[in-house]
Nanobody, 122 residues
Framework: QVQLVESGGGLVQAGGSLRLSCAASGRTFSNYNAGWFRQAPGKEREFVAA???????AYADFVKGRFAVSGDSAKNTAYLQMNSLRPEDTAVYYCAVGRSAYYTRTNEFDYWGQGTQVTVSS
């Protein structure tokens, strides 16, 4: 069993930055792929970024060059650094962990955090 707790969301102006954290307990984070997803009102949850067990990173096209995912195994925590934020980035952001190779698919992740709200004002 893995428990995930996200933090770091908030209100920011367009062009600003936020860093989200996802703290894991129960199992070692490095044994899993860590994914970041987001869900805006009225929309489906979508893939944002992933930090894979092998150290590789993956990003959705709409965040490439703006967002960066990283991890600290000593703290059992994953991070999502979000720069150059846009109003369309407004959503609830979730972290998740799983072992599937299909890391862009929400149903391939086993454990989810509660989400943290990110609001970007124009």
């Amino acid at each position: 069993q893995v428990q995930l707790v996200e933090s770091g969301g908030g209100l920011v102006q367009a062009g600003g930055s936020l860093r989200l954290s996802c703290a894991a307990s129960g199992r070692t984070f490095s044994n899993y792929n860590a994914g970041w997803f987001r869900q805006a009102p009225g929309k489906e949850r979508e893939f944002v970024a992933a930090l894979l067990r092998n150290g590789y990173t993956a990003y959705a096209d709409f965040v490439k060059g703006r967002f960066a995912v990283s991890g600290d195994s000593a703290k059992n925590t994953a991070y999502l650094q979000m720069n150059s934020l846009r109003p369309e980035d407004t959503a609830v952001y979730y972290c998740a962990v799983g072992r599937s190779a299909y890391y862009t698919r929400t149903n391939e992740f086993d454990y989810w955090g509660q989400g943290t709200q990110v609001t970007v004002s124009s």
